[in-house]
């Protein structure tokens, strides 16, 4: 329907083209010219979305403009302006033809740009269920972890009420001391839930290495003189 409305309005306007060079003055033809030539590039420019009426509206009037000139009189000036409104219509042509390329591949980047958005909004929901998997992970395996620490505890301390060795005691001691530093650990896991979803707030200060490097030999001194190895730490 918008096609043939194009086709209709063009054949009207070049047919009032005919009309003017049959009855009225150059000079009238002129201005006539003048009118359809800036209807049809308004044409153009509001119709390139869709070639099909864009090139109608071109090709229905344009030549009808250009024969015009010819039944005027024919001279060498009419034959140069019909000639210029035909060349004016191919450069309505390519014009259309570029605008409607360049309106393609903007809904093309648009498109594609839109498909991205896609994968990145699937892609960052899909690492919100992974944090927050791991969050539920991280609580269910210190919370899985406390109650075998708690028995080993419970062992332990019935192990001080026993009579042993000095060397007994010591590796009481240690087990002791790993016993502390597994439960320092799940209650670690445990911050670290807390963080992913918000809860504890990180606080940035001093650490002091010496102690951790000390618990790291006193945990490791039982394997090492096993296989006497001895282990020296310099704080």
């Known amino acids: 329907i918008h096609s043939g409305m194009t086709a209709v309005a063009g054949l009207v306007w070049g047919t009032g083209a005919v009309l003017c060079a049959q009855s009225s003055s150059a000079q009238m033809l002129t201005f006539y010219t003048l009118v359809l030539g800036g209807t049809a590039l308004g044409a153009v420019s509001s119709q390139h979305i869709f070639m099909r009426s864009c090139l109608l509206s071109v090709w229905t009037s344009v030549p009808l403009l250009a024969f015009s000139w010819l039944i005027n009189g024919v001279s060498s000036g009419s034959l140069a302006t019909a000639t210029m409104m035909m060349l004016f219509g191919v450069m309505l042509t390519v014009l259309a033809v570029r605008m409607n ?59 001080h009420g026993m009579r042993m060795g000095r060397d007994g005691r010591e590796v009481l001691h240690n087990i002791d001391r790993s016993v502390e530093s597994l439960t320092r650990l799940c209650r670690s896991l445990l911050d670290l839930s807390a963080l992913d979803v918000g809860r504890v707030k990180p606080e940035i200060g001093p650490v002091s290495l010496g102690e951790v490097m000390g618990e790291v030999v006193r945990q490791a001194n039982e394997a090492a003189r096993a296989r006497n190895i001895t282990i020296r730490f310099r704080p």
């Open 101 to 159: 390329d360049f309106l393609v591949q903007n809904v093309m980047l648009a498109d594609e740009l839109a498909a991205r958005n896609a994968v990145l909004q699937r892609t960052s929901s899909e690492l919100a269920e992974a944090q927050e998997e791991k969050s539920r992970f991280l609580a269910q395996a210190s919370h899985d972890l406390r109650q075998p620490i708690h028995a080993i505890g419970l062992f332990v301390e019935y192990l």
